[in-house]
């Protein structure tokens, strides 16, 4: 595993560095990367983990910014107890969710989809709570007692830190029994159950903290945009997030912010040039799947692994 | 529960729809016992081997544990009470190492499987009990090879090892040798019989002379019901026997 440490490293010397040599275009889409690359990180949990596709983390992740956003502006509340509340509520929305774990394959896309649709549908049409089409606007940056973020630099390093610490944790969390547990899931539940394994349990409890990681992302997010409008919970958020992780590459943890990289810089280049942009990454998916399925993770261990002849 | 049979089914049925697959059968299993079910496809065999290991329950009728009443358990509580069993298809994780796929059977009835803050490679021991569960089955030097790259008969090694990796009392052999050559087989049934007595072992076998070889009693179906049950010696002497099982076929 030395090449991809090394890669892992190397990625975090530059976003570190960053901001000492790239202009403010660049930060900023670097914090977007790191941002989505969490979400995305968060469906590959159940995605790359435990073999199941959701479609509803755009759910958690602006359930959170929402709670943030609404405490902060209109109630007054300082970062300090707004964004853990923020995650709390995300995470709340999950546990609730996750009972789409009783349904297996095109089931559990269609009914995480119908869950999407419904916290879409709040935002949008509760429009006096939620601020309908225009949202919430004026987030401040955010700021704990005397430590303030004053400058898109300074954002830059927090959401850096947090990204990271959750990284680390998520390493952990795969390695772990219960991570372990759920690729066995992914590969034989059957199985899984004859060994004493409550396959649902582990399945509801990975769903939930994949949740509370998209809800990490939701307040990062909200600080960042400064305001939040019911796209944050619309339906291409949680595609987004999916492909991210399929082009990136699933079941690995740098394939979901290498994926978030593509697509975002992708969008930033083609958007400029094409009306069309989505186009052009629905032909980035495409090929993904038809020719690196493994994303390029995959692609990296393939090259690595030479023709050792072993398959995807 | 002492003296109580390790598996007892009392007046058992299974219907599917307009079919009785398994029509009103009792049978009772002593501790350490080895009781090979056979009869010919359709008997019901499998259908009732499904209702013990849990995968499907009864529609009439109860199966029972060392006393305990476990019609209505659900499979993984089954395997916590001290069930294993093995699957007629291998059925092992295939994207996983050997060693991983033992880990989350020594784990499967342990409260570490829920641990979520360390590496399940730092546990004590683990590994350590891994190999040698490895070495029973023949499987040592293996550990860390990704199961699909296994052949067929490694597969059936491996599964006999996570059957056994929680230390039950009773396991459930699926027609163990399903798939195997001969000399395989031969191979194979010799590390069934090598397991320790105290195991009770339930299984279905079609090949009769790996099933007369291990069993200390035979259970014989036919169309849902037990039409004969007794010592490897008396099955092949019984005539109802000779007549649906080794007349026909």
Known sequence: MAPRAALTIALIAIAFCAPLFASEFWVTLLMQIMIFGLLALSTDLLLGQAGLFSLCHAAFFALSAYTVAILQVRHGFGTALAAPIGILAGTALAFVFASAVRTRGVYFILITLAFGYIVWGVAYRWASFTGGDNGVTGVPFPSLGSLRVASTTDYYYVVLSVVLVVAAAYRVLVTSPFGLALRGIKSSESR????????????????????????????????????????????????????????????????????????????????????????????????????????????????????????? | MSGAPAIAVERLAKVFGGLRAVDDVSLSVEAGERRVLIGPNGAGKTTLFHCIAGTQQATHGSVWMFGTNITTLAEHRRTGLGMGRTFQISNVCTDLTVMENLTLAMLGTDRRKWVMYKSARVFAGLRDRGSAELSRVGLQGRADETVKFLSYGERRQLELALALASNPKVVLLD?????????????????????PRDITLVMIEHDIDIALALADRVTVLHRGNIIFEGTPGKVQTNAQVREVYFGRV
Do not use: K
Not at chain 2, 180 to 192: D, N
């Open chain 2, 175 to 195: 027609e163990p040798c399903a798939g195997l050559s001969p000399s395989e087989r031969q191979r194979f049934s010799g590390l069934i019989r090598e397991l």
């Open chain 1, 192 to 312: 899984m159950r004859s060994l004493g394994y409550n396959v649902g349990q582990h399945l509801y409890v990975a769903f939930v903290l994949s949740g509370l990681i998209a809800s990490i992302a939701g307040v990062l997010y909200v600080y960042f945009n400064r305001f939040v409008n019911p796209t944050a919970a619309s339906f291409p958020i949680s595609v987004e997030a999916v492909l991210m992780t399929i082009v990136g590459g699933t079941g690995t943890i740098l394939g979901p912010f290498l994926g978030s990289g593509i697509i975002l810089v992708l969008r930033n280049w083609a958007s400029g040039y094409f009306h069309y942009y989505t186009a052009v990454l629905g032909v980035v998916f495409i090929v993904t799947v038809l020719w690196a399925p493994q994303g390029i993770m995959g692609l990296l261990a393939r090259w690595r692994s030479g023709n050792r002849g072993e398959g995807a």
